[in-house]
């Protein structure tokens, strides 16, 4: 049973659309959550992190948590064609090894001009 | 920025035989692992390291095997490859200091087993 769930699996968004991708998970013991980026071929690299209950924004992006739920959203908003990749959502203890990571399946975005 | 390098990049392996898939790091990181990627699934751990001369199971370690002789160097060893081990195999390392941290991952290696 995947311990990290993201819907939807794949979303196509119009250019300067909105696009909202959502990850959950199942273990109640997670106290981190990460977004990262992987464009097709390449390696994942870090979007965005968060810790606490609330709302992060960087640039175009914000991110969602909900602790009590263990529900994060990432949201793109006027949205672009180098957007377009699969965004993977991981989370982790921090009673774990310091970093080790659960990886989500990925929603797979692609940003149409 | 964090630099993690991989070697090969590419491989094609016969079922049965032995393959070493290299990582080395630069950034002076503690914690190094091993992560293999197939369709669908996303990243699951094979093994990590935190010390040199350590290595610890990840999620899915069965039919590998991981050295980490140095800090800056981490391996993952296939003794006998299996069909099912066609995947891409990425490596990452993390720093030890300040919290919850992020993972740097090297560019991966696609291996295919005939």
């Known amino acids: 049973q995947q311990k990290v769930q993201q819907s939807p699996e794949s979303l196509i968004v119009p250019e300067g659309g909105m696009a909202s991708l959502n990850c959950t998970s199942s273990?109640?013991?997670?106290?981190y959550f990460w977004w990262y980026r992987q464009h097709s071929g390449k390696s994942p690299k870090m979007l965005m992190s968060i810790f606490s209950n609330g709302e992060k924004e960087e640039g175009r992006f914000t991110v969602h948590l909900n602790k009590a739920s263990l529900h994060t959203s990432l949201h793109i908003r006027d949205s672009q064609p180098s957007d377009s990749a699969l965004y993977l959502c991981a989370a982790s203890k921090w009673t774990q090894v310091v970093g080790q990571l659960t990886f989500g399946r990925g929603t797979r975005l692609q940003v149409y001009a | 920025e964090a630099a993690v390098t991989q070697s090969p990049r590419s491989k094609v392996a016969v079922t049965g035989g032995k393959v070493t898939l290299s990582c080395h790091q630069t950034n002076n990181h503690d914690y190094m692992y091993w992560y293999r990627q197939d369709t669908g699934h996303g990243l699951r751990l094979i093994h990590y390291s935190y010390v040199a001369d350590s290595t610890e199971k990840g999620d899915i370690p069965d039919g590998y095997k991981a050295s980490r002789p140095s800090q800056e160097n981490f391996s993952l060893i296939l003794e006998l490859a299996s069909l099912s081990q066609t995947a891409v195999y990425f490596c990452?390392?993390?720093?030890?200091?300040?919290?919850?941290?992020?993972?740097?991952f090297g560019p991966g290696t696609r291996l295919t087993v005939l």
């Open positions: 273990d109640r013991n997670v106290d």
């Open positions: 990452a390392s993390s720093d030890a200091t300040g919290g919850p941290y992020e993972q740097y």
